[in-house]
């Protein structure tokens, strides 16, 4: 299976994917760290996919999304954004928003602490 058919293969068999540097559990950049407890944090069921583990994985999906920075977030197989997109989603409730359009589950007690706590 080429990069490029993982990426759609992993995009479409998950509803939420986080393509990042390191894992959920154990980021490795401050960006993926920010836009991985976010989501831990609002309690999103996601499928990590760690670039660093695949040199073909970390150039396919910026060439997948035309994108050029990694975390890349998808929902329902759509790009969504990545760290700056995602955290101004966040704080504006656009994500929850997303989230409950598409049947994502989240915590929305969660979600508000955040814009709280940044508000």
Known sequence: MT??????????????????????????????????????????????????????????????????????LYVKGEFVGGCDIITDMTLSGELDTLFSENGVGFDKDAADKIREANG
């Open 3 to 72: 990069a490029e058919q993982t990426i759609e293969t992993t995009i479409k068999s998950n509803d939420v994917v986080l393509f990042m540097k390191g894992t959920k559990s154990m980021p490795q950049c401050g960006f993926s760290s920010r836009v991985a407890g976010v989501l831990n944090y609002m309690g999103v069921e996601f499928e990590d996919v760690n670039v660093l583990a695949d040199d073909g994985i970390r150039q396919g999906i910026k060439d997948f999304s035309d994108w050029p920075t990694i975390p890349q």
